[in-house]
């Protein structure tokens, strides 16, 4: 399946943003779907993920700001990220993994990957 990201850009501390990842699959409901992060200079690090059934996980720095969502009847998933801070500045990629019904925040357990989209919170 191909992934394309989406909706990245410069913004002020305490904004918001919406990214999305289109999906080549007719369907989404057979991948976990995940958003991964990576700043300069540091590892990739999980972000969110949203589970064959619906069940969605946060990483720490994000949760409660964050939120994951699909539409499968567009093949897309949304992150919405509110009170943006200097600090989720990177470059954000979706990712999919067909095996698992949960999902992973490995992102070695991800087969598919997104190109990327920059997000750059000013202070």
């Known amino acids: 399946v191909q992934l394309q990201a989406s909706g990245g850009g410069l913004v002020q501390a305490g904004d918001s943003l919406r990214l999305s990842c289109a999906a080549s699959?007719?369907?989404?409901?057979?991948?976990?779907m995940g958003w991964f992060r990576q700043a300069p200079g540091k590892e990739r690090e999980f972000v969110a993920r949203?589970?064959?059934?619906?069940?969605?996980i946060y990483s720490g720095p994000v949760k409660g700001r964050f939120t994951i969502s699909t539409d499968n009847a567009k093949s897309t998933v949304h992150l919405q990220m509110n009170s943006l801070k200097p600090e989720d500045t990177a470059v954000y990629y979706c990712?999919?993994?067909?095996?698992?019904?949960?999902?992973?925040?490995?992102?070695?357990?991800?087969?598919?990957w997104g190109q990327g989209t920059l997000v750059t919170v000013s202070s």
């Open positions: 699959a007719r369907t989404l409901s057979n991948y976990i």
């Open positions: 949203i589970s064959k059934i619906g069940s969605t």
């Open positions: 990712a999919a993994e067909a095996a698992s019904v949960f999902g992973s925040s490995r992102a070695s357990d991800y087969d598919y």
